[in-house]
């Protein structure tokens, strides 16, 4: 009886194998256009004119070699020296905050992720030392229905990054040293408005088209100060913002590693999809 059980399913078996047809493959290729995403660099260009700290070392390359050897093959090679605070660059927390992350420390969740813009460019262009605003914040919210997603990078376009390298539009003055300090005029975040960044939304990190997160005529730095206690990193100097829809794209922002920097300069590129 065992013996007829088994020959009854194994035949079975065997039929049903039989009677089952190949499955025909999708030939159909994907659309390339429609999952590529589009690439905005936010970098300005490193230079003799790119803008610094008016108390910081520009930019310095000095050519080591340039041209053919004796052996045949062509050659080139420089040497360059800047500050770690200058052009596009990253501010560590350690920048403005003791015993906080170096620029090698920062987790890369921090420097790479969802993003969103926040364009107060048109109040700006009027008032050179506009400061972005809570309302700014909230305004951004209602227009879009949404608070700011946790774990955001939330880049600020002032407009300002149109006079990039004009030191005299861009920072407000040509003049370099001490005493250039006090004629710096440009827009920045607003004291109020990074403390309730910190207390109300998660965000990762925060960067902005201006030479400072606080604006030109801060004498105390309070926006550095209260974001990067949190251990939120500042990017300044960036560029193209207005190039970035408001929402749903990404950033990766990656620094030059420096052992115990306080800052880096920055490759921060945007991937947005069309």
């Known amino acids: 009886m ?15 194998k039989q009677e089952q047809k190949p499955v025909e493959k999708d ?20 230079s003799e004119e790119t ?7 520009e930019f310095e390359m000095d050519v080591v070699a340039e041209g053919h050897t004796d052996a045949g093959y062509y050659y080139a090679a420089n040497n360059f020296a800047t ?28 420097l790479i992720g969802p993003a969103i813009k926040v364009d107060v460019s048109e109040r700006s262009f009027t008032n050179p030392d506009y400061l972005v605003s809570i309302e700014d914040f909230t305004n951004w919210e209602k227009e879009h229905g949404m608070q700011i997603p946790e774990g955001s990078i939330v880049l600020l376009e ?4 149109k006079y990039y390298p004009d030191k005299k539009k861009y920072l407000g003055t040509d003049q370099r040293g001490p005493e250039a300090v006090k004629l710096l005029h440009f827009p920045g ?29 801060s004498k105390d730095f309070k926006a550095h100060v209260i ?17 970035l829809p408001t929402k749903d794209f990404e950033v990766v922002a990656l620094p030059m590693k420096i052992k115990g920097g306080s800052g880096a300069p920055l490759r921060i590129v945007a991937f947005v999809n069309e």
């Open 158 to 161: 002032t407009g300002f990054s």
């Open 227 to 243: 974001l990067l206690s949190e251990n939120i990193p500042a990017f300044e100097n960036l560029t193209n913002l207005e190039q």
């Open 51 to 57: 803008v610094y700290w008016v108390t910081a070392k």
């Open 83 to 110: 500050a770690e605070h200058g052009g596009t660059h990253i501010d560590a927390p350690i920048h403005f905050a003791a015993n906080k992350q170096h620029v090698n420390e920062i987790p890369l969740e921090k």
């Open 2 to 16: 065992n013996k007829i059980i088994f020959l009854l399913t194994a035949l079975l078996m065997f039929s049903c």
């Open 27 to 46: 030939l159909e290729a994907p659309n390339p256009v429609s999952s590529k995403p589009k690439i905005i660099d936010l970098t300005h260009e490193f």
């Open 189 to 217: 975040l607003d004291p109020e408005a990074a403390q309730w960044l910190v207390d109300n939304r998660k965000i990762n990190s925060i960067g902005l088209d201006t030479p400072s997160i606080d604006y030109g005529q």
